[in-house]
T-cell receptor
């Protein structure tokens, strides 16, 4: 159990719609991350946060926004969805005592 | 420039044999860490093993070991005594700096044959 929950598991959006992907952790860790994955490819960092009220851009932030009002929650917002945002989205938290990250189960998003 | 390179898109291995997955990395930061993750067909990302740049010994976790060659900038994963359940995609990743962001390679698919 990675201690990270993501909702929804699946979602189909129409072009131009908006949505929020939810992520919550139960380990009270400051460091949280959002990644996206192309099928059969590696993950790319979208945004990350090192504590409540602190967020920063990763490698591919365009088209996304995040907020971190509490330690537990780290939602990812898509505005004006485009087909190029069709990915599996993973939220992760850093380990309490180590360097590794633990991932949520992912949200599979399709934009058509 | 690519930070993590995995050159083997797919590999087949016989059950009970060992398999080595290649990973090379590029960084100028003296403090970094290397990770391996497993992604089975169900899609979840499972942490396997970690090696810090200052660690003197190669990391091991059960049947997983990381062959860390700092001068060659390589961090190969060795899976010993392969099992059918090892069939999955394997990703090498690196963190640099204090915010622990990860950069991932493209992955290697491993198929274990009975």
């Amino acid at each position: 159990n990675a201690g990270v929950t993501q909702t929804p598991k699946f979602r189909i959006l129409k072009i131009g719609q908006s949505m929020t992907l939810q992520c919550a952790q139960d380990m009270n860790h400051n460091y949280m991350y959002w990644y996206r994955q192309d099928p059969g490819m590696g993950l790319k960092l979208i945004y990350y946060s090192v504590g409540a009220g602190i967020t920063d851009k990763g490698e591919v932030p365009n088209g996304y926004n995040v907020s971190r009002s509490t330690t537990e929650d780290f939602p990812l917002r898509l505005e004006l969805a485009a087909p190029s945002q069709t990915f599996v989205y993973f939220c992760a938290r850093r380990a309490v005592t180590g360097a590794e990250q633990y991932f949520g189960p992912g949200t599979r998003l399709t934009v058509t | 420039a690519q930070k993590i390179t995995q050159t083997q898109p797919g590999m087949f291995v016989q059950e009970k044999e060992a398999v080595t997955l290649d990973c090379t990395y590029d960084t100028s930061d003296p403090s970094y860490g290397l990770f391996w993750y497993k992604q089975p067909s169900s899609g979840e990302m499972i942490f396997l093993i970690y090696q810090g740049s200052y660690d003197q010994q190669n990391a091991t976790e059960g049947r997983y070991s990381l062959n860390f060659q700092k001068a060659r900038k390589s961090a190969n994963l060795v899976i010993s005594a392969s099992q059918l359940g090892d069939s999955a995609m394997y990703f090498c990743a690196m963190r640099e700096g204090d915010d622990y962001k990860l950069s991932f390679g493209a992955g290697t698919t491993v198929t274990v044959r009975a």
